[in-house]
């Protein structure tokens, strides 16, 4: 199945979106085929207002809370998006733009930012 995936600041989990319906939350997910989208619109919004909305997010198939990312973990870089920083989601380390990887992890550990796994078949 076909979702979306972003953070939610008030549940403090992620949302999982299916054909515009909120559908779960969840503290992980496994994206496959995974795209990092960011609406330019909506993060001019936030530039403009000053507060954030729902504007950049994770496309692509559902796997779910699985381990299959596992086979990828040596191959995985750290994914980040701050809309005032960034127009994009970019690597981390580099700030290089991400648009697409094999996989995605998501996961909120308690008492630290939501983190994002980029894993691609080399």
Known sequence: MRVEVYY??????????????VIQHTKMAVIKDAEYVVRPAGRAKVLREGKKN????????????????????????????NPYKYSTFVEALTDEPIHASDLAVLWKEPNVKPKIGAYTHE
Request: glycine share 10%; proline share 2%; hydrophobic share 40%.
């Open 8 to 21: 939610n600041l008030h549940k403090n989990v992620f949302s999982v979106r299916h054909k515009g319906r």
């Open 54 to 81: 729902v504007h950049a997010f994770v496309r692509g198939e559902w796997l779910g809370v699985t381990m299959a990312w596992l086979p990828y973990h040596d191959k995985g870089k750290r994914v980040t998006y």
